[in-house]
């Protein structure tokens, strides 16, 4: 019993809750593309229309109308205001990247939310929020470095 899931192979992975897509629903997908390609993510599966989807390092970012994806989950399209309980998260290798990605997103439309700064427990970050209101953190953790692979690597 003391196989870890790694030990067990892509079909136990699967069997089980992970991330490997987030989607957000944006106001306008062209101008949310120009962003987070100037951001840096490279898109792929550019045979798909009305979607867009990038390639986040281990995970996918997906782009959609937001009125499509309120839609297609049967919801009612409502607007984003105030916080909404939930922050994408980009970790980088040092305080100054944090300084950097903050600097360039707000050069290409975002609104600096807070700072990079050292935080509580013991890390440096800062956040904005893109052209459609969602909220990003971008933080340095030096209790959790990167593994070759360039995935966030978890203490114990």
């Known amino acids: ?16 809750l992970r991330l490997s897509l987030v989607t957000l629903g944006v106001a306008d997908l062209a101008r949310a593309i120009a962003f987070y390609e100037a951001l840096g993510l490279q898109r792929r599966a550019r045979g798909y229309e009305g979607v867009a989807f990038f390639d986040a390092g ?9 009125g499509d994806l309120a839609a297609d989950a049967g919801l009612a399209n409502g607007t984003l205001s105030g916080f909404s309980g939930l922050a994408l998260a980009c970790n980088v290798s040092s305080e100054a990247e944090v300084d950097d990605l903050l600097a360039r ?14 935080v509580f427990w013991g890390g440096y970050s800062g956040y904005f929020r893109d052209p459609d ?16 692979a360039g995935h966030l690597v978890l203490p114990d």
């Open 1 to 16: 019993m003391s196989e870890t899931l790694s030990q067990k192979g892509p079909a136990a992975l699967s069997s089980g």
């Open 58 to 66: 281990g995970a996918v970012l997906s782009l959609f109308p937001r």
């Open 105 to 118: 997103a707000v050069s290409l439309g975002a609104d600096l939310v807070k700072a990079g700064q050292t």
């Open 133 to 148: 209101g969602h909220l990003w953190e971008v933080a340095f953790n030096p209790f959790a470095p990167f593994d070759a």
